[in-house]
């Protein structure tokens, strides 16, 4: 049997989960209910999505982020999160956070780098995807290829029906589908 996919978020991925697009936050959900992931964080996305919201009282999008930290196994040797992502942005000219987020996904083993930020554009290839320390993805393309391949299972491709994606308490989130923390999840 093969054990649960450890993947880690970019902040982009999460802050999509709560309040982007429809479509993509239809993907970022999806991922987040994935029931063979174990998530893989870092306290730099803790920083980056988690203060803001508290910054402008945005109390739902708080507790989401904090239910979300709260089943997530943190990296926590943060010399090394440093050691790495120095290294990394020097060979790569990947972005200093995202170069801290590779190094950080790498030493906790995951097997994915979920993002939001697709792999070219206007032909450059962007700085992220040139890292090979974690495989990185980004769930648009990603999420739509998967969903063709598997020819879905709800009214559209690869959207699964609502009873496919219950969760222990039943409530509703956006768009009358359940929230991918088991929850009420309400837009502001």
Do not use: W
């Not at 982009?12 to 993509?24: D, E, H, N, S, T």
């Amino acid at each position: 049997m093969v054990g649960p996919i450890r993947t880690f978020l970019d902040s982009g991925v999460l802050i999509a989960a709560f309040k982007g697009a429809p479509q993509l936050r239809e993907v970022a959900l999806q991922v987040l209910e994935d029931p063979h992931r174990v998530f893989v964080t870092s306290p730099f996305v803790r920083l980056e999505v988690l203060l803001k919201a508290i910054f402008n009282k945005q109390a739902n999008e708080r507790r989401f982020y904090e239910h979300f930290f709260a089943r997530a196994e943190f990296a926590s040797d943060l010399m090394a999160i440093f050691d790495l992502g120095e290294k990394e942005a020097a060979k790569t000219g990947v972005g200093s956070m995202d170069s801290l987020h590779l190094a950080a996904a790498h030493l906790m083993n995951a097997d994915e780098f979920l993002t939001t930020e697709e792999a070219n554009t206007e032909g450059a290839k962007k700085s992220i995807h040139r890292s090979r320390l974690v495989k990185v993805v980004c769930v648009v393309v990603e999420r739509q290829r998967s969903a063709s391949q598997r020819g879905g299972g709800g009214t559209s491709p690869g959207i699964p029906e609502m009873n496919d994606i219950l969760t222990p308490d039943l409530s509703v989130a956006p768009h009358g589908r359940l929230g991918a923390l088991g929850r009420r999840v309400a837009l502001q």
